[in-house]
T-cell receptor
Framework: QKEVEQNSGPLSVPEGAIASLNCTYS??????FFWYRQYSGKSPELIMF????GDKEDGRFTAQLNKASQYVSLLIRDSQPSDSATYLC?????????????FGQGTILTVHP | EAGVTQFPSHSVIEKGQTVTLRCDPI?????LYWYRRVMGKEIKFLLH????????ESGMPNNRFLAERTGGTYSTLKVQPAELEDSGVYFC??????????FGPGTRLLVL
């Protein structure tokens, strides 16, 4: 079992729709959860982080965390073609491994006009 | 403020040769991380420096990899001797502590 699992996609949504990206993790000790966006050939760029159960909203993005189900998701409202990228879910365990990020394989999102 | 920089952007070497990758973190960032993404796989953690000390090197694949951060500023990652399976993109990231990790553009390494 992979430590962080994501559906690799590709996920294709029409412009203006809601894109829903999902991620599950295996380590119950995970403390922090991150969503990065990576355009082809570029570096990962942080979109959002979430520490507590529930929802966290930032503009068109909403991160949702359910620690009991070991599940974290990212919703992108009013999707734009510029949102087309690979979305990476990452978790951090905290403690002595506080800096280490464990990544999923990424979900490729395509927003078509 | 300049971001994380990495050099070279690309490197093509033959199996058995040595390659040294460099990372310059954002100024003032004590934490520096190395990650690697091999073809078709997820980004994987290699190690974490706090200033010049190795905080966590649990992800280093074997003793052909040597990371240093003399003086707590830039870091180098040396692969000696390189093998075919070392091909991939090597990312460096930095932060002050407990914050977002800012990633560099990566070094694309191809071992032939």
């Amino acid at each position: 079992q992979k430590e962080v699992e994501q559906n690799s996609g590709p996920l294709s949504v029409p412009e203006g729709a809601i894109a829903s990206l999902n991620c599950t993790y295996s380590d119950r000790g995970s403390q922090s959860f991150f969503w990065y966006r990576q355009y082809s050939g570029k570096s990962p760029e942080l979109i959002m982080f979430i520490y507590s159960n529930g929802d966290k909203e930032d503009g068109r993005f909403t991160a949702q965390l359910n620690k009991a189900s070991q599940y974290v998701s990212l919703l992108i409202r009013d999707s734009q073609p510029s949102d087309s990228a690979t979305y990476l879910c990452a978790v951090s365990a905290g403690g002595t491994s506080y800096g280490k990020l464990t990544f999923g394989q990424g979900t490729i999102l395509t927003v078509h006009p | 403020e300049a971001g994380v920089t990495q050099f070279p952007s690309h490197s093509v070497i033959e199996k058995g040769q040595t390659v040294t990758l460099r990372c310059d973190p954002i100024s003032g960032h004590d934490n520096l991380y190395w990650y690697r993404r091999v073809m078709g796989k997820e980004i994987k953690f290699l190690l974490h420096f706090v200033k010049e000390s190795k905080q966590d090197e649990s992800g280093m694949p074997n003793n052909r990899f040597l990371a240093e951060r003399t003086g707590g500023t830039y870091s180098t990652l040396k692969v000696q001797p390189a093998e075919l399976e070392d091909s991939g993109v090597y990312f460096c990231a930095s932060n002050r502590g407990g914050e977002t990790q800012y990633f560099g553009p990566g070094t694309r390494l191809l071992v032939l």
